[in-house]
C-alpha cells in the first residue's frame, strides 16, 4: 500500500491540446505494472480540450459546474455535477466547460504499453456554437 501525501503542483493545460484556462491536478500515477493514471481537471467556463482519443478509453466524473462533451460525429451533450461519461478505446472526443459556468472532473485513463496515454488532433472548431 501506498499513500501519496505529496503531489506534483498544479500545471497549466498547454496552448496546444486546450482552448481556454485549465488546469490538471495530477491525482495518481502508480508505478508499473499499474497503468492507472488519473487527473483532477479544471476549466474555465468557455474552456475545453482539442479533440483527442485514448487507447483504452476514458472515464470522466463530473464534480462540479455544468460541461460539453462531444464525440467526433455525435451531438453535443451536456454533463453536470455526479455524471460519469465513459469514453471508449480511440474514439475522437473533446470535453470541457460550459460557456457560462466553471467545470471540474475526475479523467481516468490507462496508458498503453509505451506510456502513452493521449493522442492530440485539431483544435475545435471555432464556428461550433457549443464549444
Known sequence: MYITRQRPGTERGAAE???????????AAPPAPSRLRMFDVHFAP?????????????????????????????????????D?????????????AGPHTFMSHLAVVEAAGDGTTTEWGAHVAHEDPHA
Open 17 to 27: 491540446n486546450f482552448t481556454g484556462t485549465v488546469w490538471l491536478d495530477e491525482i
Open 46 to 82: 468557455g474552456a475545453h480540450t482539442a479533440w483527442h482519443r485514448h487507447p483504452h478509453g476514458q472515464v470522466l466524473h463530473i464534480l462540479q459546474g455544468e460541461g460539453r462533451v462531444q464525440r467526433r460525429g455525435g451531438a453535443v451533450e451536456t454533463v453536470r455535477a455526479g
Open 84 to 96: 460519469t461519461v465513459w469514453i471508449e478505446p480511440g474514439e475522437w472526443h473533446w470535453h470541457g
